[in-house]
């Protein structure tokens, strides 16, 4: 049973930051990509940013140069470093993992606000 646990939201200003953490159940080798979407309510889920098991990455337009997402292989986590967050970054995050299927984490809520 593959699991996904997200870590690390919660409440910041604009302009702060926040650095997610998605820790898997496995090795996260054996995973095709794994990465971030979000939903903010009343929207629709996201894409935010992706890693590839080579390492490639892809991110939203609305969180380039803003956002980084990164693999620790020896801890079996994916991390997603978000920056200069502003209000529209409010949403829950989850952590998806493809293997197969899609598996996802329960979700973290990201907020920004003053």
């Known amino acids: 049973q593959v699991q996904l646990v997200e870590s690390g939201g919660g409440l910041v200003q604009p302009g702060g930051s926040l650095r997610l953490s998605c820790a898997a159940s496995?090795?996260?080798?054996?995973?095709?990509?794994m990465g971030w979407y979000r939903q903010a309510p009343g929207k629709q889920r996201e894409l935010v940013a992706g890693?590839?098991?080579?390492?490639?990455?892809n991110f939203a337009d609305s969180v380039k140069g803003r956002f980084t997402i990164s693999r620790d292989n020896a801890k079996n986590t994916v991390i997603l470093q978000m920056n200069n967050l502003q209000p529209e970054d409010t949403a829950v995050y989850y952590c998806?993992?493809?293997?197969?299927?899609?598996?996802w984490g329960q979700g973290t809520q990201v907020t920004v606000s003053s």
């Open positions: 890693i590839t098991s080579g390492g490639s990455t």
């Open positions: 496995g090795s996260i080798n054996s995973f095709y990509g």
């Open positions: 998806y993992g493809h293997l197969g299927r899609v598996y």
